[in-house]
């Protein structure tokens, strides 16, 4: 096998039940009979036919970073899980090379206790790796860890700003509570004001999943190892402006850090429907060789949006990235296509980085 082809799709938000094409509640803006939605999904299981044909002794990866379904719905999970398997079909690949990480819209049911008892929890846990048995997959030249941004474990964390005001926050999971309140210094003499609620979406990947992630990392020993991550949320911000508290990970300092030490080189994410590129690097971290963040456009939105990442088995210096979706019934490249250095090759000249040429830093 010379070459792995990692396609990447994102926010599939199955199933499709909006009434109009007007509507943007990421609940599917296209109705299961829609005409549209099931030529670009025929054309984008075409496309896998076409390039598995193309590149017949090349090894294929599905990775599908968050949110299957729409709003915890159970038929999204079953339409999602139809869908995956007709791709791994046209690939020509067994379920254990579908990589799937959770998303928010995949978890909404779990926080709730009660919801939670039903059947959904045990179907999802079995489709999405990083809850099954099945923690990530890996060859040779590259090793593929899902991973899950909703840590469920409650976190007490504290800040006090310069004026005395104390925050006190409780993440847990998705829903977290923070109580930002006037506790005032004591030397103010003020009275104390009550602490107020706010109810803020706060993703994390936790310390329990670090542990797992650099548990796996560890374990590729081999420096040629091209070592990929997949989440759901981004590690940093988007284009465009956020208005919503904590959309990016709350840890993800911790994390861009863990991951520069592990030696990731690629960081795939959903989350945001946009397609986006970034290289962040460390420089003063003993490990400053930096990784890719890369995100992917909806598929679901963005016309069977993917990102096409091949990576050269023979020698893993060489990775190329393109990204794309339909137009006028065929497939066009989105964007620019990027040549990059995984992280062991940045390492060794991490005065320079490609990415279309050379920029000195």
Not at 23 to 47: A, C, M, Y
Not at 162 to 185: A, H, N, Q, Y
Request: hydrophobic share 35%.
């Amino acid at each position: 096998m010379s070459k792995t082809h990692i396609i990447h799709i994102t926010d599939l938000h199955f199933p499709h039940e909006a009434k109009n094409q007007n509507v943007d509640d990421k609940s599917g803006i296209l109705t299961t009979n829609d005409h549209e939605f099931h030529s670009f999904r025929k054309n984008f299981l075409d496309q896998l036919e076409d390039l598995k044909k193309t590149h017949r002794e090349h090894e294929f990866v599905l990775v599908v970073t968050g949110d299957l379904t729409s709003k915890y719905k159970l038929k999204g999970l079953q339409d999602s899980k139809s869908f995956l398997n007709e791709c791994s079909k046209a690939l020509g690949i067994s379920r254990d090379r579908v990589v799937v990480s959770p998303g928010n819209h995949d978890y909404e049911r779990i926080l709730n206790k009660k919801k939670s008892q039903s059947g959904f929890l045990t179907n999802f846990k079995s489709f999405c790796t990083p809850l099954s048995n099945k923690k990530y997959w890996n060859n040779t030249t590259v090793g593929i860890i899902p991973v899950d941004s909703m840590d469920f474990a409650e976190e007490k964390i504290e800040s006090e700003n310069k004026d005395g005001i104390k925050s006190v926050g409780f993440f847990k999971g998705l829903v977290s509570t923070l109580f930002r309140g006037s506790e005032v210094k004591e030397s103010e003499k003020k009275p104390q004001e009550a602490r107020l609620p706010k109810i803020i979406e706060a993703p994390k990947i936790g310390k329990e999943e670090g542990c797992r992630v650099a548990t796996v990392c560890d374990s590729w020993t081999s420096s040629k190892i091209v070592k990929i991550i997949a989440i759901h949320h981004h590690l940093v911000p988007v284009y465009g402006i956020e208005t919503k508290p904590y959309e990016a990970l709350i840890d993800a300092g911790t994390f861009i850090q863990k991951f520069n030490k592990l030696n990731v080189s690629i960081v795939l994410h959903g989350h945001k429907h946009e397609r986006s590129v970034r290289f962040i690097q460390d420089l003063d971290s003993q490990n400053p060789q930096g990784f890719y963040i890369i995100g992917g456009n909806s598929f679901v939105y963005n016309n069977g949006a993917f990102n096409h990442i091949t990576i050269d088995n023979t020698d893993n210096t060489s990775i190329h990235m393109q990204g794309f979706q339909i137009q006028n019934g065929n497939y066009i490249p989105v964007g620019k296509a990027f040549n990059l250095s995984p992280a062991n090759v940045v390492a060794k000249n991490v005065s320079s980085l490609t990415i279309q040429g050379k920029i000195e830093l």
